[in-house]
């Protein structure tokens, strides 16, 4: 999924695999072997600088298509409930969002 992601990405930012390849600082083949489903478990260090060569979020490269699942409300006020009692506020949410979907990418994978 990730892989088709970055090769539609590229394509529409009308850059090549070697650029795309240098400018992240990994191999043409690596990239090469992601959108072609080959390789399949990139560290999320490759994958922040992938996403910072295409400009897009992290998320965006590794958020599966599929529908939102439903959740309670009562389960949704918990959790932010929690959040709030560690000290977490709205702006710093965005950047646990790209933590927890790279995790739940991983999940997905194995």
Known sequence: MIGK???EIRRKRGM???ELAER???SKS???GLERSIN???SIQVINRIADILEVNVTT???AEREPEECPEKEWQEFVSELKETGIDKEQIGEYRTLIEFIKWQK???
Do not use: F, G
Request: aromatic content about 4%; hydrophobic content about 40%.
């Open 5 to 7: 992601k970055i090769a």
């Open 16 to 18: 090549s695999l070697s």
């Open 24 to 26: 992240a600082n990994v």
């Open 30 to 32: 690596y990239i090469s």
């Open 40 to 42: 399949e478990n990139p």
């Open 61 to 63: 490269l590794i958020r």
């Open 108 to 110: 997905e994978k194995n």
